[in-house]
């Protein structure tokens, strides 16, 4: 395979169009990667995701737009980089992708051994415990990634988001056209919480410790005279707790996970301070 990335891309405006036709035709024959200069459109690409410059998914129009070609760089780039040694202070990895540079400049803290990838984004005021964030993730500013926290591949986390400790947020890289998981400005998720599978997370949610969503999950509206069931995503500024329905099987009825949407945060609510206050509201463990 040819060249890994070089030490330093200089990031010009971009010519988006043009990347996107290189990477769309590298993608269906891969093949080419071989060739002397054929690799630089994925170089560009994933460059351009570590500075901020290109998104995976973007907000337009009230809904989100996946960027299939991005995804499809970010598997070349598997494809073209070689597995080696690196060292970071006292530690040694053995990886194909080198870890993210530059924190200091950036305005991001980030607490030992607190890990992202090059690949990944991390916008000003970010503050990145002892968790970790993967190639392809967009992390806006003024968001926590609290201690053991993980941010996988792909997934897009709003500006001042909380995701607690051990929050696991799941990583959607292929198929390259499937929505990843996407965290809206505001939210807060409580400790253990995991989202996978491209579940979207709508502005100033409020999910209790522990909530589990896949695609499939029943996200259930419990607040009102009847129950409104949503799969896939949580409605703007909802309080979620983790819940249990019973679902009949050949050999008997067992009750399975679900989630409860057991109110709304009032429009006093502060968002930066009284997080926590919302759950203790409606007697949730945060």
Same mark, same amino acid.
């Given at each position: 395979?040819?060249?890994?990335?070089?030490? &330093?891309?200089?990031? %010009?405006?971009? &010519?988006? @169009? #043009?990347?996107?036709?290189?990477?769309?035709?590298?993608?269906?024959?891969?093949? /080419?990667?071989?060739?002397?200069?054929?690799?630089?459109?994925?170089?560009?690409?994933?460059?351009?995701?570590? #500075?901020? *410059?290109?998104? !995976?998914?973007?907000?337009?129009?009230?809904?989100?737009?996946?960027?299939?070609w991005?995804? *499809?760089?970010?598997?070349?780039?598997?494809?073209? $980089?070689?597995?080696?040694?690196?060292?970071?202070g006292?530690?040694?990895?053995?990886?194909?992708?080198?870890l993210?540079?530059?924190?200091?400049?950036?305005?991001?803290? !980030?607490?030992?051994?607190?890990?992202?990838?090059?690949?990944?984004?991390? #916008?000003?005021?970010?503050?990145?415990m %002892?968790?970790?964030? +993967?190639i392809? @993730?967009?992390?806006?500013?003024?968001?926590?990634?609290?201690?053991?926290?993980?941010?996988?591949?792909?997934? *897009?986390?709003?500006?001042?988001?909380?995701?607690?400790? =051990?929050?696991?947020?799941?990583?959607?890289?292929?198929? %390259?056209?499937? *929505?990843?998981?996407?965290?809206? &400005?505001?939210?807060?998720?409580?400790?253990?919480?995991?989202?996978?599978?491209?579940?979207?997370?709508?502005?100033?949610?409020? /999910? =209790?410790? +522990?909530?589990?969503?896949?695609?499939?999950?029943?996200i259930?509206?419990?607040?009102?005279?009847?129950?409104?069931?949503?799969?896939?995503?949580?409605?703007?500024?909802?309080v979620?707790?983790?819940?249990?329905?019973?679902?009949?099987?050949? @050999?008997?009825?067992?009750?399975?996970?679900? $989630?409860?949407?057991? =109110?709304?945060?009032?429009?006093?609510? &502060?968002?930066?301070?009284?997080? +926590?206050?919302?759950?203790?509201?409606? $007697?949730?463990?945060?």
């Amino acid at each position: 395979m040819s060249d890994t990335r070089p030490a &330093d891309l200089d990031l %010009p405006a971009l &010519d988006r @169009a #043009a990347l996107e036709r290189a990477v769309t035709e590298l993608a269906l024959k891969p093949e /080419l990667l071989d060739l002397p200069g054929r690799a630089a459109p994925i170089h560009e690409t994933i460059a351009a995701l570590d #500075a901020g *410059q290109m998104r !995976v998914a973007e907000p337009r129009e009230g809904s989100w737009v996946v960027n299939v070609w991005v995804k *499809q760089a970010i598997l070349l780039y598997f494809r073209l $980089a070689p597995m080696r040694v690196l060292e970071v202070g006292p530690f040694e990895f053995h990886d194909k992708i080198p870890l993210k540079r530059g924190l200091d400049r950036l305005g991001v803290r !980030v607490v030992p051994p607190g890990t992202a990838r090059y690949g990944s984004f991390l #916008a000003r005021g970010v503050v990145l415990m %002892p968790g970790y964030v +993967n190639i392809g @993730a967009y992390v806006d500013s003024g968001t926590m990634v609290d201690t053991w926290a993980t941010v996988g591949s792909c997934a *897009q986390i709003g500006r001042n988001v909380h995701l607690s400790g =051990g929050v696991g947020i799941g990583g959607v890289l292929e198929p %390259p056209s499937a *929505q990843p998981v996407i965290i809206e &400005d505001g939210a807060f998720l409580g400790s253990r919480c995991i989202v996978v599978e491209g579940v979207r997370v709508e502005q100033e949610a409020v /999910l =209790g410790a +522990n909530v589990t969503l896949t695609a499939s999950t029943p996200i259930i509206d419990v607040s009102g005279p009847s129950e409104v069931v949503y799969k896939g995503r949580v409605p703007a500024r909802s309080v979620v707790i983790p819940g249990m329905r019973p679902r009949q099987f050949p @050999a008997g009825s067992y009750d399975t996970p679900c $989630a409860l949407i057991i =109110g709304q945060r009032k429009a006093s609510t &502060d968002q930066k301070t009284s997080l +926590n206050q919302v759950l203790r509201d409606f $007697a949730v463990a945060v």
